[in-house]
């Protein structure tokens, strides 16, 4: 297996996770790196409406993405700039993220290019590493996580 879905404490992020592993092991890796790309994109704004019950900077942007969502907008961009300014993400995983949904938005026309193997296995780890392996910040294990990402990270 690419990534420990056990270490997912979310069974919503578990499952599309883990639809987007068994995708790629069929070969279909237009859906699975797409698949993988949703659950980066929903685990966060799930985070963000989490964290909206105790923050209400966290509750703002929820509200202000489900506004978008409810006028069919695209809310990815947003998504990643403000997992970015809560400190949900890296700078460094945030250039990473634009990165992918670049990506996700190019693999999603089929007459563009489309993905392959190792495509979809690196979204796969580094959506599992940046997002759904982490803790909701101030839940149980979240400051374990703030102090191995200021003492680990480079």
Not at 77 to 91: M, T
């Amino acid at each position: 297996m690419i990534i420990d879905i056990n270490k997912i404490n979310n069974t919503e992020d578990r499952t599309l996770i883990s639809d987007s592993i068994q995708l790629c092991e069929q070969k279909f890796y237009r859906a699975s790196y797409i698949m993988a790309w949703l659950s980066c994109a929903e685990s966060l704004k799930r985070r963000f409406y989490e964290l909206g019950k105790r923050d209400e900077n966290a509750g703002a942007v929820s509200k202000k993405i489900k506004g978008l969502e409810e006028k069919h907008s695209s809310v990815d961009n947003e998504i990643i700039e403000n997992a970015f300014k809560l400190n949900l993400i890296s700078d460094v995983e945030k250039q990473k993220l634009l990165y992918f949904f670049k990506m996700r938005s190019v693999y999603s026309h089929p007459y563009e290019c489309a993905p392959n193997e190792t495509d979809c296995l690196h979204i796969i780890k580094s959506v599992f590493d940046i997002v759904l392996s982490h803790p909701v910040l101030l839940k149980e294990g979240g400051i374990s996580f703030i102090l191995g990402r200021l003492t680990k990270e480079k």
